[in-house]
Every structure is written in C-alpha cells, then in structure tokens.
C-alpha cells in the first residue's frame, strides 16, 4: 500500500497537539503505516518548534529505526546465501544507525588485497595463515582489548576497524571473514570454552599424525595473534579442561557467530545500565533462539 504525502505530513501536524490521547491515536495510526513513514519523521524533525515534539518525532524514529533493524536481521538469518559481513553490520547498526557501510567494506577490502598480494596458489594453507597473521596483527597492529568488561567499541565493526581493538569473538568473526575471501575454508569451533579456528584436512592430519588422528589439520587461537595450535595441543588442552566439566566441542554457525557478539553487546549494554538498548538486544536474540 502506497501512503499519500498529505496523508502522513497530516498526521505529522496532529503530533504537535499536546493532548496525550491525541497522540496516542496519531502514533498507532503511524506505526501501522510503517517504516515508509520515516523519512518524513526525519525530515519534520528540523522543523518541529517545541521540545515535546521533538522528543516526540525521536521516539518514533527510533522505534521505525530499531524495527528496521529487527526486520533486515529476520531476513538476514532465513537467508540461505547469508554472510558474517551483513550480519556484523546489522549488529553494528543496533548501536549505530548510520553505518558506513561502503567506508567499511572499503577498508576489508583492502586488507583482503594485502594478503592477496603476499600469497600464491602453491603456498600451504598453514603458509597462507601466516600471511593473514602477519597483515592483520603487525601490519595492521590488531589486537585484543585488555577491558576485563564488555566494550561496545570492540563489537560495533566501524569502532574496530578504525581503533584496531576487538574482542575474541568480533577479531575471529574479521579473521574467519578474511580467510573466506582468500578462499581459505576455515571453520570457526567451540573447544572447551574457547573460540577457536580449525582447517580440516583429513589425508594431511593422517600423514601428519597418524591414522588415530582427528579431521583438523591445525587450530588457530586468534586471541593470540593467530597463532597455530597442533592436535596434540588440543588434545592436552580438552583433556585438561574436561576435569572442570568444560570439554565440549562445537561448530559454530554464521548466526551463532553473530549471536554471540549480540550477547556482548547485551552485557556491555547491562554494564551502562542501558535499559533501552538491553531491550533492544533482547529482540534480537529472541530472533536467533534455537539457531
């Protein structure tokens, strides 16, 4: 249904009426219309002439804005050909409406073509980690924050990308997003309590360890720049947590991936005591329940 100009900018002058009822009615009447009604809300802001209706036409816009969120994130996660790029943008855009989005893809870009530019088609896969390794954390000097406390700035990707300062979940998400792109098939995993990367090879891990073996040729620890961890480690470091009750194993999908830095952002948002934002990150995890 296609919504007439007057009919909105009518509803619009109803809104600088004080009387509550008045504006209860012009409110539901608008968040039926739906978010088509939100570049009018955003324009009429700069000509709105009391407080009231400034904090009115705010409201609103941020309820179309956080609905528009909800409604991308319901398709993003039905969506078959998903990627972990759209899917940290939406999160980002929970806590930044005006995501740059081309800025960002610019600067993943570019570092894509860095490691591209260092690494050939006869190199291992262990070679072409090193090369992502040696791009991401000594030329590009990415780290781990040292905050023992949630930090939105290491979950919002534009906040990352510009401070170099991620979290273990947002720097592997980066990391597990690079390596697709260079045709590196990576696989993110759950290993007592700890998110890892894995590259499965079956044959080299045999050769490499003998028949007993698992799939995964080596691990990756991004929370340590990158650094490599054989089967044997792995071994030691399961067993070891399987005395406290922590040996699980896990592969993570793209959703829970992206599931998990919404948890961050949620306790991030608990340490700011951000009632509005919890309530937000509260919609969407509804969203990926059971995923």
Known sequence: MIISDPTIDALLILLEDQDEQVYKTVKEKLLSLGSVVLPKLEEAIFEA??????KKLEDLISFFKRQLVID????????????????????SSMHH???PKEKIENSIHKICNDVWLEI?????????????NHILFRINMFKISDNETPDIDTIVINKLLFSKI????SLTILYLIIARRIHLELLPIM??????LVYEDNLASSLAYGSSADKY?????????????????IQFLYDKSQKYGKGTTKIESDISLIKKLVNL???????????????FTTDILDLMNDK
């Open 191 to 196: 290993l007592a309590n700890k998110l890892l």
């Open 49 to 54: 002439r009391t407080e009231l209706h400034i």
């Open 72 to 91: 991308q994130m319901k398709r993003w996660i039905e969506n078959d050909n998903r990627t972990l790029l759209e899917g940290w943008l939406l999160v």
């Open 265 to 279: 952002m949620y306790m991030a948002y608990s340490y700011e005591d951000d009632q509005d934002k919890l309530n």
């Open 97 to 99: 409406s005006s995501i």
């Open 217 to 233: 040729l080596f691990y990756i620890n991004v929370a340590h720049s990158g650094s490599v961890i054989s089967p044997k480690e």
């Open 120 to 132: 050939s088609e006869s190199m291992t896969s262990l070679e072409k980690v090193a090369v992502i």
């Open 166 to 169: 991620g979290n273990v979940c």
